[in-house]
């Protein structure tokens, strides 16, 4: 193995670096975490929480209290609702802190949707907005955590160091003090230093091992963070899914808007176009009936050939719709017939106990429709299989082939938006397709029984 030279990584530096962070892998993580970057953020993240606990602590229970007091009074009511609003500004702060400090990433509460205008519709949305009331109440709970937090993760931390580093300074006792080091003991008679070299090695291995145990204490305190912001600071389960299904229905009210701009163009651009020309030529052979019936009886036999491939144009559009093999016999024979249609051998196993629901039913069978569109147009594969079955509450389907792979979703492809209109009716879309393939393309749909 040749080693690089300095020209070959921008004057020697990119290589030296490499090297560097292939040694600091090679520590064992009990001697890398003293110094990493992650214990001194997260450490910063327990001294900061004292002061602004307090402070949140101070404002929450001053104005609930004050609050409460006017309660008799109207005048408690905005008191009440400037306590929750002025608890979101603190928990956005401390969303944005533990984001910085922690890499913890919560999301933000829904906004508030107040039921019309002025003051008292939003006074009565931040009072019956749960996540404010959750946000209120970190800053309450939040007080006496941080206050043992910060003691713990203050004194491990400096008196770990302290001790470690005691060889270096420990010179300072007899030189400005008059004594020959820390005093371990003393009543008046008898006093114990840690003066000589035995017991300065020892307070030094101490000290160590103080240390080393300090950022496995401070990521113990964090986590307890990390769950109280995660609980109280981000949006409700049910808020996150009353945003997820908003989300997912946007993505069917699209969906349903390209599929009705794609039959509007299927047939403008097709039968449409071809009844036009359709009634153009009958009304060209009825003129000539009676001076070229010859004429005449060949344009009708033309425009006849017209109306059979307009028919088979609106057969394949009504299919593309929902075909009526499906209504009338289920998956298994619609798949069969799209199988056979597949410019590569497919085998089809539908093996379910019952027929599921008409819309899951539907989506089901065109998602292997266009899987076996992406199989036929760019897997280059020569057998493709479709399986079919169910597992407890869930339909599943897997179009697996021998192409070449490389299929990918998040390369914004017909993949991405497949997934897509699967989440929108809480499903999964799953790709397994390495560069030299095969691919196997699983998705996954609630079951609901016919």
Avoid at 305 to 315: F, H, M, P, S, Y
Wanted: glycine share 10%; aromatic share 8%.
């Amino acid at each position: 193995m040749t080693t690089p030279t300095p020209t070959q990584h921008g004057q020697g530096y990119g290589y030296r670096d490499a090297v560097a962070g292939e040694r600091r892998r090679r520590l064992p993580a009990g001697l890398r975490a003293p110094v990493e970057a992650r214990t001194f953020r997260e450490f910063g993240y327990l001294l900061l929480s004292l002061p602004l606990s307090i402070m949140t602590f101070v404002y929450a229970v001053t104005m609930v209290s004050l609050g409460a007091g006017l309660l008799i009074t109207f005048l408690g009511i905005p008191v009440l609702a400037a306590a929750l609003a002025g608890a979101r500004g603190f928990a956005a702060m401390e969303r944005s802190r533990a984001r910085a400090l922690l890499g913890l990433d919560v999301g933000s509460p829904g906004p508030l949707r107040p039921r019309g205008h002025g003051p008292m519709a939003w006074m009565g949305a931040l009072l019956k907005s749960g996540e404010s009331w959750r946000n209120l109440l970190y800053g309450i709970v939040h007080f006496p955590w941080a206050v043992f937090a910060f003691n713990v993760a203050l004194v491990f931390w400096t008196v770990g160091w302290t001790l470690l580093t005691y060889p270096l300074w420990q010179w300072v006792f007899p030189m400005y003090t008059g004594q020959g080091g820390i005093q371990l003991y003393g009543d008046g008679a008898h006093d114990i230093y840690l003066d000589n070299p035995f017991e300065i090695t020892v307070t030094a291995v101490v000290g160590l091992l103080i240390t080393m145990a300090a950022p496995w204490v401070i990521r113990a305190l964090t986590w307890v963070d990390r769950l109280l912001v995660s609980g109280l600071l981000g949006p409700s389960r049910l808020g996150a899914r009353v945003v997820e299904l908003e989300s997912d229905r946007g993505v069917v009210v699209d969906t349903a808007a390209a599929d009705l701009r794609r039959i509007e163009r299927d047939l403008h651009d097709g039968a449409q176009a071809r009844l036009v020309s359709l009634a153009m030529d009958l009304g060209l052979a009825k003129e000539k009936l009676a001076e070229d019936p010859r004429e005449a009886a060949r344009m009708v036999d033309e425009a006849h050939g017209e109306v059979k491939t307009a028919l088979q144009e609106l057969r394949d559009l009504a299919r593309g719709i929902h075909p009526a093999v499906l209504t009338d016999r289920g998956l298994d024979a619609a798949l069969s017939s799209v199988a056979s249609r597949c410019t590569v051998p497919v085998q089809v196993d539908v093996d379910l106990p019952a027929r599921p629901a008409p819309a899951i039913e539907g989506i089901a069978y065109f998602t292997v429709c266009e899987l076996l569109q992406n199989v036929s147009k760019h897997s280059r594969a020569t057998r493709a299989t479709v399986d079919v079955w169910r597992v407890e509450n869930r339909l599943m389907l897997q179009v697996a082939d021998n192409g070449v792979g490389g299929a990918d979703a998040a390369a914004g492809s017909g993949l991405a938006g497949l997934a897509g209109r699967l989440e929108a009716v809480d499903g999964i879309l799953l790709v397994d397709s390495p560069s030299a393939g095969p691919t196997r393309v699983t998705a996954e749909l609630p079951w609901r029984r016919a």
